[in-house]
């Protein structure tokens, strides 16, 4: 790809003559914090937004119409890009139309349109590759320069009696075989900027100690209007109820979104096959050796409370730490006033720090808990917290 990309802050934007050197290293959609980002930045963040950007061409390539001139590797990315600054529909790209010196050339209203379409509805014209490596050299006042080595994948993520190297076939086409391939280059992109990371990583220090934290959540999304599989809401809203799930990064960090799972309005809260698919989908985001085990521990709250979805990530296969809100009713209501008050004790954040106004009790030994996986714990916290967060089942 020989656009540039570059989404900058008006207010970082005070060393001209820095400004014009980043300009040239073709860096897509990346933030500039400080002038030293130049030195200090580019090669982790160049090879980032490269990796994905080059990863996405390589596995969108099939669905490309012949004599295209943009990219669907870059159109996904400008849709990405826009979404961040702050829009909501396609039409939002104009938000980076408006700037080609920043953003590079940027399609039209109705390219990005009939590439979705494509996307949904073509199947591919020859076999995506399944994983992209780049790597990016870049010096302060110089322009980057990338190579990219693809690898076939070993099975077509689509077949065709039709298909040609030059012509898009009309069959219609699974669109989970474009998620899929979006999302393999996504992983690659994200196993190779984190190996370049070092010890900055967040897979640095990982064990079943400090394992890495997956949490899974629900929003609800208003829709305004009709659209596709928009539902009346539980909350007596209307829209959308899609499932997500983050990395955590711990309190100094954000979260890294890993996996989202569209759902109707209506879709149930609790929903154990839910919770199981996109917790399969964040995992598959992760390094091989982090997809099991208990280095990893998936967190939600109350609506991951399932015995379908607890059996699931405690199967053999998968062996993963949890920590998964339990309501409060029935026998957890029951034994609530049998704790001792001086069986109570302080809790404490995750950085072993003294949490004001809150206590916590082991209460697994009051409770019948042979229908739920082996090794189960119980913890009961109070204290000025949410109410829905007021109890926690875990295992270490």
């Given at each position: ?10 207010e970082?934007a005070?060393?001209v ?15 500039l ?7 200090n930045?580019?090669a ?6 490269n990796?994905l ?6 596995a ?5 119409k ?20 702050g ?11 408006a700037q080609?010196?920043?953003y ?8 990005v349109s009939?590439?979705i ?10 076999t ?9 050299t870049i010096?302060?006042?110089e322009t980057?320069t990338?190579t ?14 039709a ?15 474009v998620?899929?391939a ?5 992983a ?15 897979l ?9 934290v ?18 009346p ?15 955590d990064?711990?309190a ?9 799972l569209l759902r ?8 154990a ?31 991951g409370?399932?015995?379908?979805f ?16 339990f309501?409060i009713?029935?026998a957890?209501e ?36 042979t229908?739920?996986?082996a090794g ?6 109070k204290?000025r917290?949410?109410?829905r967060?007021?109890v926690?089942?875990?295992r270490?």
């Open positions: 790809m020989n656009a540039t990309v570059l989404r900058v802050p008006v970082d005070t060393d003559s820095f400004m014009a050197r980043w300009a040239r290293t073709g860096l897509w959609g990346t933030p914090y400080f002038s030293e980002a130049l030195n930045w580019p982790l963040y160049g090879a980032a937004i990796a950007a080059q990863g996405l061409s390589a969108l390539e099939s669905w490309r012949p004599l295209a001139r943009h990219d669907p590797g870059k159109i996904l990315t400008d849709l990405a890009l826009s979404l961040a600054t829009g909501d529909c396609l039409s939002d790209v104009d938000r980076l139309r080609p010196q920043i590079g050339l940027v399609a039209s209203d109705p390219t009939r590439l379409t494509t996307l949904s509805t073509t199947t591919p014209t020859t995506p590759t399944a994983t992209t490596t780049c790597s990016l010096k302060a006042g980057a990338s990219t080595t693809s690898t076939p994948a070993t099975k077509p993520l689509a077949t065709s009696t298909a040609s190297a030059t012509t898009s076939t009309a069959n219609p086409s699974e669109p989970g075989k998620v899929a979006i999302n393999t280059a996504r690659a992109a994200r196993a190779h900027v984190w190996a370049l990371a070092g010890d900055q990583s967040p640095h220090g990982v064990s079943k100690d400090a394992p890495l997956v949490d899974l959540d629900a929003t609800l999304v208003t829709s305004h209007s009709e659209k596709e599989h928009a539902r809401t539980w909350k007596k809203g209307y829209g959308f109820h899609p499932l997500t799930a983050f990395l990064h711990g100094e960090g954000t979260g890294e979104p890993l996996a989202v109707p309005g209506n879709a149930g809260s609790n929903t096959a839910d919770h199981i698919e996109v917790t399969r989908d964040a995992l598959e985001q992760l390094p091989g050796e982090f997809r099991s085990g208990r280095k990893v521990l998936i967190r939600t709250d109350s609506a409370g399932t015995h379908e607890l059996n699931w990530l405690t199967a053999s296969s998968k062996d993963l730490s949890y920590s998964v809100g309501p009713h029935g957890v029951a034994a609530l006033p049998l704790i001792p008050k001086d069986g109570w004790t302080f809790a404490y954040n995750s950085d072993g720090i003294e949490r004001d106004g809150a206590w916590v009790v082991d209460i697994t030994g009051m409770l019948d808990l229908s739920w996986p189960m714990r119980v913890i009961v916290r204290g917290a949410p109410p967060c007021a926690t089942h875990h270490c």
